[in-house]
């Protein structure tokens, strides 16, 4: 077992042989960790948990709790259920060290995921930083927003910075690797088409502290994949019960993910304030999905409507469907005296902020191994939500979907 006080100097060597000298990583550690309870979509990065697992065995940490109900913890369900309609590309670019293959990519009405691999070469003496930028656009110019995070090491924006383990070897190369997922939000495209026509554009830059040894660049793969326009609301419905009216304006079933549209009329509450929901899905009469479902804005100027997002793959044929809407939850996390109490059956310590931007830590014991600490943030927003007071439904909706 590492005490703290080998953990630190662990940690000073890292800071010694990685970081530049104008950076304070302790600084960083605790700026970066920090949590803010917001309940829409953010993938921890990678960087973030390397930090957090070094400090997290002996130190109190304020754990990353990134909000992936799209996830079940290294697993995207969703798309774990198409693998055999994900189509193989090899697509590849060379030039100057650098090799870049766009691997493969699926869409659906849903979402478009690529993911693709890519090692840079560099030469550098102590510093360099690599910083890559992928964007999907169709054949019209439109760009989509990649909005859903789905794995643990998947993200928009690939970066890096380094440097040798002694200060004072020379000149040396460098090679950054990684290999990336993403994901699309492909709500926008139109006319149900049974191909997509695509562009991934790729912006890198390269920067050593060697002059001359610094590149950037940019270049488009073009491809065609097809794409399942899976199955969608006929029209609205509405349910009205407890002072709350809620219709159900729009239902994608496609299969790597199921989207449902639900706008709220109340002199009561709104979104703002009873944002999560527990739901019941049925097909022909039969249970499918019950849950809290992932949940984001329809848009920054649409406040009254929220879109719900299910991984699993409920995509089976058109007809009768029925979405059961429980009860709401609020977004408002509880209280932090009644919140501690709870956790401290499962051996979690709540260390509530002391600012006003909402954060929270969460320390464990020095027995907890990484694998236990993801499913011990788990177990924390199980309990939180638990705890969360809620506006009683239910609200009924008997849809039909069509292609």
Known sequence: MVDEKNLSQIIKDVNASHIPDDVDIWDKIERQVKVQPTPYFR????????????????????????????????????????????????????SEGIRFTLSYAYADANRIVIGYDYDMKLIASRNYTARINGELRDRSGHVFAGVYNLRPDSGGVSGGGGSPTDRETPPRQFVIQDSV????????????????????????????????????????????????????????????????????????????????????????????DYERAVMVIRHHGNPIYQGIPAVQPLSETDVNCRTFILPDALYNDPGDWQIEILELISTTMSPAEQLSEALASENIIYIPSTEEDGSYGLRFSDEVSEDDTDLLVQRFEEIDLSLRSRWQGPWIFEIRTSQ
């Open 181 to 272: 997922e993403q994901s699309f939000n492909a709500s926008s495209v139109a006319d149900h088409p049974e191909q997509i026509e695509l562009s991934y554009v790729v912006s890198y830059h390269l920067e050593s502290d060697i002059e001359g040894e610094s590149y950037e660049g940019n270049f488009t793969f073009d491809f065609e994949i097809p794409f399942n326009s899976g199955f969608r609301l006929s029209e609205p419905v509405t349910f009205s019960a407890n002072e709350v009216s809620l219709t159900v304006q729009e239902v994608v079933i496609a299969p790597s993910m199921t989207r449902i549209v639900v706008c709220m009329q109340s002199d009561r509450i709104t979104f703002d």
């Open 43 to 94: 993938g921890a990065s990678r960087q973030l948990r390397l930090i957090a697992s070094m400090v997290a065995i002996a130190l109190t940490v304020s754990v990353a709790l990134a909000w992936e109900q799209v996830m079940r913890f290294g697993q995207d369900v969703g798309l774990d259920a198409v693998q055999e309609n994900i189509l193989p590309l090899d697509l590849e670019y060379m």
